[in-house]
Nanobody, 119 residues
Framework: VQLVESGGGLVQPGGSLRLSCAAS????????TGWYRQGPGKQRELVAT???????SYADSGKGRFTISRDNAKRTVYLQVNSLKPEDTARYYC??????????????WGQGTEVTVSS
């Protein structure tokens, strides 16, 4: 089982990005998934989570400008980030509750995707 994030990059203030988190491997259940971020010199923080049914919740850091969504058929969770600010600069990670083909359940992390907001 593997989670791979993509979609990060360098963007000017006010810009937008769509981050993707794709799960692969022998997966029976791709469950609750969250996006986290860790800025320079900061602790990792929760941005948003989404259930298998699509119910989303946001931490204060993600309210208003971020939208989490998922495509279960593609086993992919997205994070749309708008009106980006320099303080959004961070490495963005996804974390998913996954049950594999053997019935083993675990919380998996991806390697992250870097977002830099700068003019």
């Amino acid at each position: 089982v593997q989670l791979v994030e993509s979609g990060g990059g360098l963007v000017q203030p006010g810009g937008s990005l769509r981050l993707s988190c794709a799960a692969s491997g022998n997966i029976l259940h791709f469950g609750v998934t969250g996006w986290y971020r860790q800025g320079p010199g900061k602790q990792r923080e929760l941005v948003a989570t989404i259930t298998t049914g699509g119910s989303a919740s946001y931490a204060d850091s993600g309210k208003g400008r971020f939208t989490i969504s998922r495509d279960n058929a593609k086993r992919t969770v997205y994070l749309q980030v708008n009106s980006l600010k320099p303080e959004d600069t961070a490495r963005y990670y996804c974390n998913a509750d996954i049950i594999d083909q053997y019935g083993n359940r675990g919380a998996y992390w991806g390697q992250g995707t870097e977002v830099t907001v700068s003019s």
